[in-house]
């Protein structure tokens, strides 16, 4: 039998040196360790390439279908699979290059659907997900030691997940270079790791709970105590609340303008193409630019308003310049050129709801809080809805030519700053309101409050609650009268031994009883107790309680069961 620790000894200098090795028992379970790491490894490199060729899956499938169903295709399979790779790519944020334009320039395509970018988050989420709860081995799976395998590290699940959708990312790259729409070389690079980084974070983030600390060792002790701070989540939950009724309320703006511009949409709409195939395929971008549309109708309440080109800009107070736009269903819905009406400035309502909800977010429900940290903590909500909305506009907008059409969308500044202003001057105030509303003394219905700070210990309502509980419970609480001091707690006497002493008729004899009811002169009378109890004074004598008649015994609802045999309970193993 190998020994558990193995020593070397060896002289050098006239000086013994002992040193001590690692032995195969001591190397076994680390070697068995990264053997079980190197599957779960594994498997998430290839979830994270799974996630990947979904997509990619899903979108050449998609653009097949429609090539098939297209009357005039203008390339072959070929093309439409390298098309499904530029559009995987558009999704992440990637601008395309066109080449094919009337003017011979290559044209920018860099307006990214927001619902198109859901797909891969999606999925990578997903994959990260999977990845963090692989490593729970069941009843049959893991070694015969253990019998379950080891789990990653969040952190070896992020790189492992995020390196096989980057594999993949980097394959579609090259092969979207050569189709009709290639992806920008430069504008792949940084876009599709930044959605692939985002997505398995937070997967990996929801599949270990959602915890919110402590945030990591490396990161400085003042940031992470600052950050354990109540206020940041409360603004954090806050600012998203604002950044939410600000795209509903975009969102409730487009609808508006559709359904008033609705004879414009469906002739443009009709205009673009004749056949099912390219109708059903301008309806779904349509569709997957809805949530652009309402980050555009968010930023034109706000007030910059959005770019349609070089020169032209939709704000409530007008529509000025010329713009020169395409055929499109949702361009027809833009607000006519020319001065604002009231009702175009009537969209300002949005941002001031939003900055009501972002002071209602940011109260706690603690009395120790002072007003200025839940000042603060509003004015921190309404930083992080303006950087929200700065980021979704960034997101939204983009070129979809050039010159004219170089600059389309709202501008990513402007409407960040535009959104911390309008949220921050209701949500101030409404905060410090509601959280005076909330922390309130306590009033009572049936007496004047104390003017103290903690009126529910005070001896007066001690009383009035008192006096209300003895109202409502009736004869349950007797009335105590007073006690007076000087009185002399009686002492009970035993009582006299033997037959008590004759008492003498009266001398006009009562009326006359029944006879069921007299009782015999003679008969002995039960001695008489009388407890005094010290501060109550109250007759404790039981009253006597009449006789009731005799009940029929309850007749049983199952007849018994004549030969029945019960065998005793066996216990459990």
Request: with cysteine; hydrophobic share 50%.
């Amino acid at each position: 039998m190998l020994p558990a620790h193995s020593a070397c000894r060896w002289h050098h200098g006239g000086v013994t040196q002992v040193t001590e090795r690692e032995t195969p028992l001591q190397a076994a379970p680390r070697a068995a360790a990264g053997r079980r790491r190197s599957p779960a490894a594994a498997a998430c490199v290839l979830g994270g390439a799974v996630a990947a060729g979904l997509g990619l899956g899903f979108l050449a499938v998609l653009v097949i279908v429609l090539w098939i169903s297209s009357p005039y295709p203008d390339s072959g399979p070929g093309g439409a699979l390298h098309l499904a790779a530029g559009l995987w790519l558009l999704a992440h944020g990637t601008e395309l290059v066109r080449y094919e334009t009337l003017s011979g320039v290559p044209a920018p395509v860099g307006v990214t659907p927001l619902l198109l970018v859901a797909l891969p988050a999606l999925l990578m989420r997903r994959a990260a997900r999977l990845g963090s709860a692989s490593g729970d081995g069941g009843e049959d799976g893991g070694d015969a030691e253990g019998g379950r395998d080891e789990v990653l590290p969040a952190s070896a699940v992020f790189s492992a997940v995020t390196c096989g959708y980057l594999s993949v990312g980097s394959l579609a790259t090259v092969y979207a270079a050569a189709g009709p729409m290639p992806a920008d070389p430069l504008s792949a690079a940084w876009h599709v790791p930044l959605v692939a980084v985002l997505a398995a974070a937070g997967g990996v983030w929801s599949a270990k709970g959602r915890p919110v600390g402590p945030l990591p060792h490396w990161v400085p002790g003042a940031v992470r105590r600052a950050a354990a701070r109540p206020r940041y989540p409360l603004a954090l939950r806050a600012g998203a609340a604002g950044a939410l009724v600000l795209l509903g309320g975009g969102a409730l703006i487009v609808g508006a303008s559709l359904a008033w511009h609705a004879a414009e949409v469906q002739a443009s709409f009709l205009a673009l193409t004749g056949v099912w195939s390219g109708r059903f395929a301008v309806l779904l971008l349509a569709v997957a630019l809805l949530p652009n549309a309402a980050v555009w109708g968010a930023a034109y309440a706000l007030g910059p308003g959005f770019a349609l080109g070089a020169g032209a800009t939709a704000t409530p107070l007008g529509f000025a310049g010329a713009p020169a736009l395409p055929r499109f269903p949702l361009l027809a819905a833009l607000p006519p050129e020319g001065p604002g009406t009231l009702l175009t400035c009537a969209t300002a309502g949005v941002p001031v709801l939003a900055g009501l909800a972002v002071g209602w977010f940011a109260v706690r429900r603690a009395r120790e809080v002072r007003y200025r940290e839940t000042a603060l903590t509003a004015a921190l909500g309404a930083l992080v809805c303006g950087l929200l909305m700065a980021g979704l506009a960034a997101a939204a907008s983009g070129p979809l030519g050039s010159r004219g059409l170089a600059s389309f969308g709202p501008v990513w500044w402007a409407a960040g700053a535009a959104a911390f202003a309008w949220t921050l001057l209701p949500a101030v105030p409404v905060a410090v309101a509601v959280h005076s509303w909330r922390t309130r003394p306590a009033r009572l219905s049936d007496g004047p409050a104390a003017d103290s700070d903690d009126e529910w210990h005070d001896s007066g309502v001690r009383e009035l609650r008192w006096e209300a509980l003895r109202r409502a419970a009736g004869t349950l609480v007797p009335d105590l009268p007073p006690q007076d001091p000087t009185a002399q707690d009686p002492t009970p006497q035993d009582p006299p031994q033997g037959p008590p002493p004759a008492t003498p008729p009266p001398a006009t004899p009562p009326p006359a009883e029944p006879a069921a009811a007299q009782e015999p002169a003679d008969a002995p009378k039960p001695p008489r107790r009388l407890t005094v109890v010290t501060g109550l004074h109250l007759d404790l004598t039981p009253a006597p309680v009449p006789a009731k008649p005799a009940e029929a015994p309850p007749r049983p609802l199952v007849p018994p069961v004549a030969g029945a045999r019960v065998l005793p309970r066996r216990p459990r193993a």
